[in-house]
């Protein structure tokens, strides 16, 4: 796909127009209304897709959970396997559109691997997330970031207090959760372990605050996000901070995301999974099987 329409997307999706302006400019793209159109499907998420681990897989047990933070009521979903016992935690950190289906699905991911995972509706400071897409992604930039942090920063302490939990707590996001995860690790001495994919940066004078070890992931065609990359490498380097960090070729931002075939990239999606996995099980424990 032409890489001038992927842009726009990028450009859509990240609040710089709105859906009249984006189908406009499409258009002209594309040449016609009719084509533009016909590349819609290809752009967009498809929550119409099966979820890689189905809401009601019977090897996991999940729950609608909420938790204080000084701002307000956070809503979530919590899932882990069904034999109990005590699990290291990974918090799902969503996109610019809430806690959507998608999300919930990547919670299982975790689940199904052994750990408890809890994935926070962070637009429950402006009212919850909206079932439509296109209502959520209006509604996140009404949500206050430095609030956002701070609502995290107290799921970290929630969670190292479940019952159970190994006390082990790691977070991962994708874009907008991406940034939430760099900034939640410079704001919480607590959480233990990062895994930020294509997420914009913390400025280098908040490196030093950094305690948890963190894995980034990058896409090879993300402009927005990647210009900042290596002021933070040498930031994360200078501070003596335990990070890894990967580029991914020939991949576009939002390469995780399997509801968007435009840009998602099933090798790269793999190679980074796995990762994200065996880092997570170095950070913070081996889960225990079943």
Not at 99 to 106: F, G, K, Q, R
Not at 135 to 148: F, G, S, T
Not at 199 to 207: S, T
């Amino acid at each position: 796909m032409d890489q001038k329409i992927i842009d726009l997307y990028d450009n859509f999706t990240h609040g710089g127009m709105n859906r009249r302006q984006f189908l406009d400019r499409l258009s002209e793209i594309a040449g016609s209304t009719a084509a533009a159109v016909a590349l819609l499907p290809l752009l967009q998420n498809d929550y119409a897709q099966a979820a890689i681990i189905a809401a009601d897989d019977p090897r996991l047990v999940s729950e609608r959970v909420a938790y204080d933070s000084p701002k307000a009521k956070i809503n979530g979903y919590l899932v882990r396997p069904k034999s109990k016992g005590r699990r290291p935690v990974v918090i799902v950190i969503h996109e610019n559109r809430g806690l959507n289906a998608h999300l919930e699905d990547v919670a299982r991911r975790f689940a199904a691997e052994g750990f408890l995972a809890y994935a926070p509706d962070l637009l429950s400071l402006v009212g919850g997330t909206p079932a439509d897409e296109d209502a959520a992604r209006d509604l996140h930039p009404k949500m206050n970031q430095d609030d956002a942090v701070t609502a995290l920063v107290s799921a970290v302490s929630f969670l190292k207090q479940h019952p159970e939990s190994t006390g082990k707590v790691g977070a991962v996001g994708f874009c907008f959760g991406g940034l939430m995860v760099n900034r939640l690790a410079a704001s919480s001495p607590d959480l233990d372990a990062g895994v930020a994919y294509y997420g914009r940066q913390v400025p280098a004078a908040q490196v030093p605050n950094i305690k948890a070890a963190l894995l980034l992931h990058y896409a090879e065609t993300d402009d927005g996000v990647n210009a900042t990359v290596p002021a933070y490498e040498a930031a994360l380097k200078a501070n003596n901070k335990k990070f890894t960090m990967h580029t991914y070729p020939g991949t576009q931002h939002a390469f995780n995301n399997d509801l968007g075939s435009a840009r998602y990239n099933k090798a790269a999606a793999d190679l980074a999974w796995s990762r994200t996995l065996a880092f997570f099980k170095e950070t913070l424990g081996a889960p225990p099987s079943g």
